[in-house]
């Protein structure tokens, strides 16, 4: 299994454009996350899924949108990119009725100017 | 709902000295409680966890942390800090859909 993957790794964005941050697992989990992380204020739930066909929001939702058509992918979109989405993205995994923790994915860096 | 307070956003220790990272949470249910490292420029490694079990919980690389309900602590400890200690750690707990809260993080710093 590779686990949690997400592409890019880097990406650098200039006000006003769009991109689409990628997550996959291959774990056959139900419920994916995407944090944020800015310095000094850990990490922060942006949205959430419980599985296909099913996203809600999280803590910091405004300026991003989300969709889940299947089990392993859960992309993250930001529409018009702003220096306040300047920040590290982690998605996350973890399958219903679990004890355990989530899986994170290895994380990626944006900055918007 | 759930909240995290990691007391001391910086933490420096000497090499050898005892670690001890506090963590306190609030809950509306019995808590599922996490500590994760991270290392500059990478991702989160678990660990430990508490999930109801054992109130004294082991991880990896000799830390510890205690589950103490009555004052909702969950702090961090190793014995002697060794320099690749040296990283961001942050305290977490689980709330409705396993979703994560967490702390703002403390570093530590282990000086020679």
């Known amino acids: 299994n590779a686990g949690v993957t997400q592409t890019p790794k880097f990406r650098i964005l200039k006000i006003g454009q769009s991109m689409t941050l990628q997550c996959t697992q291959d774990m056959n989990h139900n419920y994916m996350y995407w944090y944020r992380q800015d310095p000094g204020m850990g990490l922060k739930l942006i949205y959430y899924?419980?599985?296909?066909?099913?996203?809600d929001k999280g803590e910091v939702p405004n300026g991003y949108n989300v969709s889940r058509s299947t089990t392993e992918d859960f992309p993250l979109r930001l529409e018009l990119a702003a220096p306040s989405q300047t920040s590290v993205y982690f998605c996350a995994s973890i399958p219903a009725g679990s004890t355990d923790t989530q899986y994170f994915g290895p994380g990626t860096r944006l900055t918007v100017l | 709902a759930q909240s995290v307070t990691q007391l001391g956003s910086h933490v420096s220790v000497s090499e050898g000295a005892l670690v001890l990272l506090r963590c306190n949470y609030s809950s509306s249910v019995p808590p599922y409680l996490f500590w994760y490292v991270q290392y500059p420029n990478q991702g989160l490694q678990l660990l430990l966890k508490?999930?109801?079990?054992?109130?004294l919980v082991k991880g990896i690389n000799g830390f510890e942390a205690e589950f103490k309900k009555s004052e909702t602590s969950f702090h961090l400890t190793k014995p002697s800090a060794h320099m690749s200690d040296a990283a961001e750690y942050f305290c977490a707990v689980s709330g409705s859909n396993y979703k994560l809260t967490f702390g703002k993080g403390t570093l530590l710093t282990v000086n020679p």
């Open positions: 899924s419980v599985g296909a066909g099913i996203t």
């Open positions: 508490y999930t109801s079990a054992a109130t």
